[in-house]
């Protein structure tokens, strides 16, 4: 795979989790890196009340979804080149409404150039059943990210 060049740069997972513990909007939703490979990314989660269309639905509101889907496919990026990466375009398609809880998104990359890149990234409601949500996006690369220290999540 074209991204296998950059394994010398990989981010290990307490690296990733460093950055998404920087955004509150991350925070919020209580991302987690569970897993990684040397291609794949997954995000854990937890949707609650703040993130749903109205409480007597129950149902997590679509910018909620794109949120985590966006993550996982940007920090897969990042994990396999070290560089930091913009979205330029993100597409979601919505398959099925999700409820508020548990969330489990899996990304992989499709292509990463130089300077351009593009990710998927597949969400199921509590890892289990069918998909929920899938999205694809294209990425600009920025500059190579600082190693950050694991610490623990900002409150």
Known sequence: MPWERWWWCRMRSSELQ???????????????????????LTLEGEAGEGHVNSTASGVVHGGALAVVLDAAATLVLVHVTGADWSTVDFRVDYLRPVVAGPL???????????????????LASGGQGPTHARAVGTFVRSQPVPRPQPTEAKR
């Open 18 to 40: 460093a950055l998404l513990d920087e955004s509150p909007l991350h925070r919020g939703l209580a991302l987690k890196v569970t897993e990684l490979t040397d291609s794949s």
């Open 104 to 122: 489990v998104v899996r990304a992989v990359p499709d292509h990463v150039g130089r300077r351009i890149g593009r990710a998927s990234a597949v």
